[in-house]
Nanobody, 123 residues
Framework: QVQLVESGGGLVQAGGSLRLSCAGS????????MGWFRQAPGKEREFVAA????????YYADSVKGRFTIATDNAKNTVYLQMNSLKPEDTAAYYC????????????????WGQGTQVTVSS
């Protein structure tokens, strides 16, 4: 059974940094794309970043481009989201997700999801 477990969320001041981790288990993810999404209260889940385990097909939402970096550690079956220069509008629950082969902006295209980790950025 596939499991994705996020960690690394927390409370940080504006301008600070956090690194989220998503550890995968239950299968080999080498032919999967991994995505990060976020959802703030009362809002729809939105795309943040996605990549594949080869590093090809890496994409970012315009709102995080230049501040966030997605990266994978194949040996650890883990995908990271390094978040720098955080803003209060980045406050949300962050989720990682997996789907076969290709990165996608659409959360409906992902088959597996983690339970989420909360990021709160204070002003």
């Amino acid at each position: 059974q596939v499991q994705l477990v996020e960690s690394g969320g927390g409370l940080v001041q504006a301008g600070g940094s956090l690194r989220l981790s998503c550890a995968g288990s239950g299968r080999t993810f080498s032919n999967y794309a991994m995505g990060w999404f976020r959802q703030a209260p009362g809002k729809e889940r939105e795309f943040v970043a996605a990549t594949t385990w080869t590093g090809a097909g890496t994409y970012y939402a315009d709102s995080v481009k230049g501040r966030f970096t997605i990266a994978t550690d194949n040996a650890k079956n883990t995908v990271y989201l390094q978040m720098n220069s955080l803003k209060p509008e980045d406050t949300a629950a962050y989720y990682c997700a997996a789907r076969k082969y290709y990165s996608s902006y659409d959360p409906l295209n992902y088959d597996y999801w983690g339970q989420g980790t909360q990021v709160t950025v204070s002003s």
